[in-house]
């Protein structure tokens, strides 16, 4: 079947027909909805990821189902049903027949979403953070941003994540841009100071549009790193959000100074509690030639969010998601076209926001043809890094993976001030990649029952 047959078996369904049937008694048609969504699914794309939800999904009483609960009483209903639409159709199920197509028609990878910087301004200045050496230096165009979406959206990428800098900088041209591609999931990293009653308007207008809200803790963690005030601004932003019924999640990079905070009870129940819906958690990378190597987590911090994240998982009505830690659910590495590429605001398309070499400009290559460059099929071909996904990056688990990679595929520093030679960022990792091995191995064996 056909993307064309899949889209004419939605519109004969009526999907509008279908969400206000669910939200007419969300308790009892959930599970309904679920039978739906897989009688679209005729190839299979989210067969396995279905089966899982509906085993958590069959508890009332647990933490999932709350979550899931919570998206009808928390969340505009037509923002929900448009993110129901964008996110599940067309990012996950139509998007993944036609990727699937590209995949085996060009032998490369095709990303399920594109993350990119319209600008790397930014009204902070957080520490060891590469975007705050750059300054206003770089900017992607409008035009250059949509015609990124424009060419994802041919091999079947509906959602987009900015990053930068501050995106919301930008703000009124990511406005633009949802309201342009109306079938497109739009996510932000975004510090959220520059978040106000207005953007929030705008938000609740054109409905696909999320932001990933930057968090570093409490007042104390988040100020120390971002500046002082950044906290109150974070909290105001969510509070506006919260009351307009607007869904948001927290994006934070836990580091050897603040992982015990980070991976609390108290700061996840608290959160939940001011509305986030998703955690995404980053490890700090020494990205950057003046990047504070001291920031990296011990072998023992990781293993504790490693435990951490897992319970919540079980306790708590929040998704998360750990990037490194998480390696074990998705095989690895999901960078390189993988899941996701980066492209930043000089328009040089990375295979990681954290891999800062590039063989390919978006002004002189199609996504496509960057996708089939040397530096993305040395991550094709080499993926998985390693059989214990619990280390699944080249950089911070695999030393000299990742310098061997950008060695043969000829790639180049894009780090426009401060070119940074791999071997120098490979060597920052080393010591701290081989502590992580005997913890990440130990783990895997248990998990696994490895003799």
């Not at 900017?139 to 959602?159: A, F, P, R």
Request: aromatic share 10%.
């Amino acid at each position: 079947m056909n993307d064309r047959n899949i889209v004419e078996n939605i519109k004969s369904y009526g999907l509008k027909k279908v969400l206000s049937y669910l939200d007419s008694d969300p308790d009892n048609n959930i599970p309904k909805i679920l039978d739906w969504v897989e009688r679209f699914d005729k190839n299979g794309i989210v067969k396995g990821q279905l089966k899982g939800v509906k085993i958590v999904l069959a508890d009332k009483e647990s933490n999932w189902y709350k979550l899931v609960k919570s998206l009808y009483t928390d969340i505009d209903d037509d923002v929900r049903k448009t993110i129901f639409e964008n996110f599940i159709i067309n990012a996950t199920i139509l998007g993944g027949v036609r990727r699937r197509k590209v995949q085996e028609e060009h032998k490369c990878n095709v990303p399920w979403a594109i993350l990119m910087d319209p600008t790397s301004a930014c009204n902070l200045k957080c520490t060891g953070c590469w975007a705050a050496e750059y300054g206003n230096k770089m900017n992607m165009s409008t035009d250059t941003l949509d015609n990124i979406i424009v060419q994802g959206k041919e091999l079947g990428v509906y959602m987009y994540i900015y990053s930068g800098g501050e995106p919301l900088v930008r703000k009124n041209d990511i406005v633009k841009l949802c309201e342009k591609h109306k079938d497109c999931t739009f996510l932000a990293f975004t510090n959220a100071t520059l978040l106000d009653e207005d953007f929030a308007d705008d938000m609740l207008r054109v409905k696909n549009f999320i932001p990933a809200i930057s968090v570093e803790g409490f007042e104390d963690e988040t100020d120390s790193r971002r500046g002082k005030g950044t906290y109150a601004s974070v909290i105001k932003a969510m509070e506006i959000l919260k009351h307009k019924k607007l869904p948001f999640g927290i994006s934070c990079c836990y580091t050897s100074q603040n992982t015990h905070i980070v991976g609390s009870e108290e700061y996840f129940d608290d959160m939940i509690e001011k509305g986030a819906k998703f955690a995404w958690l980053f490890t700090y990378i020494p990205v950057g030639v003046n990047a504070v190597s001291d920031l990296m987590v011990t072998a023992e911090q990781r293993e504790y969010m490693y435990h951490q994240i897992r319970k919540f998982r079980n306790t708590k009505p929040i998704f998360t998601m750990d990037f490194w830690n998480d390696g074990e659910y998705v095989d690895g590495c999901i960078a390189g076209g993988r899941c996701y590429l980066h492209i930043n605001a000089n328009g040089d398309i990375e295979p990681c926001a954290f891999i800062h070499y590039s063989d390919s400009s978006i002004y002189e290559k199609t996504l496509l043809e960057a996708l089939k460059s040397p530096l993305f099929m040395q991550y094709h071909d080499n993926q998985p890094f390693n059989k214990n996904h619990l280390r699944p990056c080249p950089l911070l688990d695999n030393p000299g993976k990742l310098s061997e990679m950008v060695e043969k595929s000829g790639a180049i520093s894009t780090d426009l001030q401060n070119p940074e030679n791999v071997y120098d960022l490979s060597e920052k990792c080393v010591k701290v990649a081989e502590n992580w091995t005997l913890v990440a191995d130990r783990l895997w064996s248990c998990s696994h029952h490895i003799s």
